[in-house]
Antibody, heavy 121, light 107 residues
Framework: QITLKESGPTLVKPTQTLTLTCTFSGFSLSTSGVGVGWIRQPPGKALEWLALIYWNDDKRYSPSLKSRLTITKDTSKNQVVLTMTNMDPVDTATYYC?????????????WGQGTLVTVSS | AIQMTQSPSSLSASVGDRVTITCRAS??????LGWYQQKPGKAPKLLIY???SLQSGVPSRFSGSGSGTDFTLTISSLQPEDFATYYCLQDYNYPHTFGQGTKLEIK
């Protein structure tokens, strides 16, 4: 059974760096054909794809946020970490991590519950 | 980035209705399209991947079709639990991009 859970601060100040951790179980990021991504959703708005890391450490980022994002994995801890620098109130959103794999044609098939991050002074 | 445009943005329908939601890509994406259902306060749920493949556990009243730039999600007979917001997602190239969503409401 695949599960994912996001953790991190619920409130950050403008200009601060956000660090979110996705802790998962039921799969290994050292297994070929697997990846974990991050998606966010501002309140009442649409989903936005942020970043993705694959089993082979290939990393992909949204070009509009690339300069602010870093995604890393720790296979021994079954974790993926997303950092976003220079946070702004417009970054207020629910942040989701999700599993993807070759078997689902690289679509996100398992999602965490999401964590709401508010950016405010 | 490829833009995904969904229509309509919102839709009112009744239980038992047949409903179709459309997603158009700004360039050809083969069949690299998925459909998600999201209910308030919940994470999205994958319904369809590769344009027409039904995700395991998803009821057969959901179906997807299309290739290239134009895609559709059809719900053959709406059930009460289907009232939600639906998103398309392309994974043809990076960045993967979502549509703006279609909110399906009870008439």
């Amino acid at each position: 059974q695949i599960t994912l859970k996001e953790s991190g601060p619920t409130l950050v100040k403008p200009t601060q760096t956000l660090t979110l951790t996705c802790t998962f179980s039921g799969f290994s990021l050292s297994t070929s054909g697997v990846g974990v991504g991050w998606i966010r959703q501002p309140p009442g708005k649409a989903l936005e794809w942020l970043a993705l890391i694959y089993w082979n450490d290939d990393k992909r980022y949204s070009p509009s946020l690339k300069s602010r994002l870093t995604i890393t994995k720790d296979t021994s801890k079954n974790q993926v970490v997303l950092t976003m620098t220079n946070m702004d109130p417009v970054d207020t959103a629910t942040y989701y991590c999700a599993h993807t794999s070759y078997s689902s044609s690289w679509f996100f098939d398992y999602w965490g519950q999401g964590t709401l991050v508010t950016v405010s002074s | 980035a490829i833009q995904m445009t969904q229509s309509p943005s919102s839709l009112s329908a009744s239980v038992g209705d047949r409903v179709t939601i459309t997603c158009r890509a700004s360039q050809g994406i083969r069949n690299d399209l998925g459909w998600y259902q999201q209910k308030p306060g919940k994470a999205p749920k994958l319904l369809i991947y590769a344009a027409s493949s039904l995700q395991s556990g998803v009821p057969s009243r959901f179906s997807g079709s299309g290739s290239g730039t134009d895609f559709t999600l059809t719900i053959s007979s709406l059930q009460p639990e289907d009232f939600a917001t639906y998103y398309c997602l392309q994974d043809y190239n990076y960045p993967h991009t979502f549509g703006q969503g279609t909110k399906l409401e009870i008439k």
